[in-house]
């Protein structure tokens, strides 16, 4: 398994190497064998130009997930991906998180985990544009979050 994760914005501080550590035992409760993921937080002004240059929508986001084939960033892909392999990227925006984490009065670091983890379940397959699957989508993120629970509390 290849986790890399980088910190590319100063607002928030994050231990990239605990990030990395979490992601690990999130593919091992997927039963996931082998995974090429690169996770790049990012600021405000980055995520909204990725949005929009990437996906064509001019707001800010949380999260975007882009399969293998995306490449963004260097990251070793090999040309063709199993059912029991991720390749992909992550990019995350932990400002948003700030807001956020106060609205649904959760902590700033499980909000960050849980963009974290919505990026790794669209890697895994899962989508979120139909209300059927929003909602298979939020029961995996919950079931996820409360087998690493407490976890996300080291990254900050």
Known sequence: MEITSRNLQKKIPIKTRQVELIVKRL??????????????FVSRQKMQAYNKKYLGR????DVIAFEGDAQMWPA???PEKTPLELIGDIVVC????IKQSQF???TLADEIGLYVV??????FGYDDHSVQDK??????????????????AKIL
């Open 135 to 152: 909602k298979r989508m939020r029961e995996k993120e919950t079931e996820l979050m409360t087998k690493v629970k407490g976890r996300w």
């Open 76 to 78: 070793v892909h090999p």
């Open 104 to 106: 649904f009065e959760t």
């Open 58 to 61: 001019a707001y800010l986001t």
């Open 27 to 40: 593919l091992s409760l997927l039963k996931i064998d082998h995974a090429v993921i690169s996770i790049i």
């Open 94 to 97: 932990p400002e948003v998180a």
């Open 118 to 123: 919505h990026g790794i379940l669209h890697l």
